[in-house]
């Protein structure tokens, strides 16, 4: 891509709306605009990001035998009056009428769309275990949306649902999201850590929230110190895991059996990336999802949900990796790898330079951001810092006349002086 024709808005001053960093820097990086309270516009630099971040949720679900499937946004009120929670949901709920005045909703969260579709279509335990998912934009008209998009109204989730025939099979699904969302999160540079929680408006009685930790995060939460070591290991030992006493706030109880003595008792913030529920028969059994069993008498199936905030998750990424420079994004979900820096637009060695290695990377399948303006050098290095592109390779007169270009990563921020070949070679390896 040539920075030239990019429609990437960088902005100098920082935006006074703005009172995080990931906040701040999506609205300098050019990424995001607000179009309404909590409701933005994902420019192209934003939306590159959070189709990369979607893809690696999509990914680890397949891995794990889920099924991507596509529910609208827009749901008919009838099936949420059959759960019971078109009343209880309350002025969340952005609800209308359409023009036969059939009460109408933009969905929140799909339990009941997914309850129904199961219900319709299949008839047999042998259908089962299924974990059915998809990505997809939700409305919740929340009573103080802020930080950006860490908390909209209008945001993406991935949201998966489990469908088994008895609790033995529900707990497994279980076990497969949460290890799936460990894996997701570790992916994009990030450790969440696996938080006992309240259910909320979603009801049951086995719930994980997974948290990022980040001083901006809305949420308290404390955990045994033994977790860091934990997270660190490159395999995840889930049974190690599970016993270690991790909460949210709400959930705290200095008096707890399994709460460590204060020397071992981290009190943190952190950002809610994730959130898993089984909740056993509470929607099957209000909207008649049975099966038959191998008995042939129906059984109501055994249910749980798997939500993760893939637009908020981007807010996590850059409170986790930024600087007073701007973002540094990790490669997983960089929206280019290369940032190429041309010192001297209108050069005609530099030009040459930078045309070869912008071909070149280009054919080899990286993803370049190639700093063309006739601008200066000090605004093209700001600009490229900002927007945080793990690499940034630099081209200028004096390097150029002897075959030499400059290597930057931006997270560690060592430079090397390379020939032009052993800098591609770098790049493309
Ligand atoms: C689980 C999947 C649910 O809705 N139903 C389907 C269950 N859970 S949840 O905790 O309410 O939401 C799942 C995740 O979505 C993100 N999230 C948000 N992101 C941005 N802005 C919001 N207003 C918002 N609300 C929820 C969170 O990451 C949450 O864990």
Redesign the pocket.
Known sequence: MRRSTYFLPTLKETPAEAQIASHRLMLRAGMIRQSASGIYTWLPLGWRVLKKIEQIVREEQDAAGAQELLMPTIQSADIWKESGRYEAYGKEMLRFNDRHDREMLYGP???ELITQIFRDNAKSYRELPKILYHIQWKF?D?VRPRFGI???RE?L?K?SYSFDLDFEGAKRSYEKMFNAYLKTFKRMGLTAVPMAADSGA?GGNLTHEFHVLAETGESGVFYDVAYDELAAKDAIDLEALSKLYAVTDEKHDPNDPNCPPPERLKSARGI????I?YFGTKYSKAMGAVVAGPDGNPVPVEMG?????V??LMGAIIEAYHDDKGIMWPEAVAPFKVGLINLKTGDAACDKVCEDMYRTLSEQGVEVLYDDRDDRAGVKFADMDLIGLPWQLVAGPKGVANGIVELKNRQTGDKQELSVEAALALLTA
């Open positions: 969260t799909n339990e919740r929340e860490m908390r909209g945001f989730m949201d979603i809610e990336v994730g959130h529920f949900s798997y939500g993760i905030g637009s908020r």
